[in-house]
């Protein structure tokens, strides 16, 4: 079975700081695609970054910047420089290349404080 | 431009009652899919469709949902016999291609609660 696991349930850190959410996945497929998502509160899921899993360098959108370990299976997400409006729910999520379905971890409730 | 839209955003139904849960993908969208959350978790994989082809319906949990997607546009997700498990927010995403490295565009999510 293909499965997400974020083992951080909720985190906290001050407004400015950097701060690293992590995920794991399980699969044995060779082809797929791990994306990030960001749940605010008004609870509209938007993507935050995507990688492919064929893809060596890690994949970085201004702030937020992912630490893709292939062998290792993990996928974390670090967001610089953290804004008031980074508040939300993330969730990693993966797709292999076989099958439509998104399989989502359980979520990482990310709280920044002024 | 408009986004994915959901009707309606809240629907409470008493045990044993029909629903019926609607999603208007982006415009010219092919790819159209709908998930289910429940409190505190993440989505979980309802259905798939490609245009009007239901290609994937593996994540219905019982046969007591059904969705339909007749035109390749508005997609309705309808529950049958509602149960107090089946209380969850119903998020819809679409997709203008059909691959994984396609970005899944979400509505705001319908809340069901069954009483």
């Known amino acids: 079975a293909q499965t997400v696991t974020q083992s951080q349930p909720e985190m906290s850190v001050q407004e400015a700081e950097t701060v690293t959410l992590s995920c794991t996945y399980d699969?044995?497929?060779?082809?797929?695609?791990l994306f990030w998502y960001k749940q605010p509160p008004s609870r509209q899921m938007i993507l935050v970054i995507r990688q492919e899993a064929y893809k060596q360098q890690n994949a970085t959108e201004n702030r937020f910047s992912v630490n893709f370990q292939k062998a290792a299976k993990s996928f974390s997400l670090k967001i610089s420089d953290s804004q008031l409006g980074d508040t939300a729910m993330y969730f990693c999520?993966?797709?292999?290349?076989?099958?439509?379905?998104?399989?989502w971890g359980a979520g990482t409730k990310l709280i920044i404080k002024p | 431009g408009a986004g994915v839209s959901q009707s309606p955003r809240y629907k409470v139904a008493k045990r044993g009652q029909d629903v019926a849960l609607r999603c208007d993908p982006i415009?010219?969208?092919?790819?159209l899919f709908w998930y289910q959350q429940a409190l505190g978790q993440g989505p979980e994989f309802l259905t798939y469709?490609?245009?009007?082809?239901?290609?994937?319906k593996s994540g219905l949990p019982s046969d007591r949902f059904f969705a339909e997607r007749p035109e390749g546009s508005v997609s309705t997700l309808k529950i049958q016999r509602t149960q107090q498990e089946d209380s969850a927010v119903y998020l819809c995403?679409?997709?203008?291609?059909?691959?994984?490295?396609?970005?899944?565009?979400f509505g705001p999510g319908t809340r069901l609660t069954v009483t």
């Open positions: 995403a679409s997709s203008p291609g059909q691959g994984p490295s396609y970005e899944q565009y």
């Open positions: 415009s010219g969208h092919v790819s």
């Open positions: 469709f490609q245009n009007e082809a239901q290609l994937d």
């Open positions: 699969t044995s497929e060779n082809n797929y695609y």
């Open positions: 999520a993966f797709r292999p290349d076989s099958n439509y379905q998104l399989i």
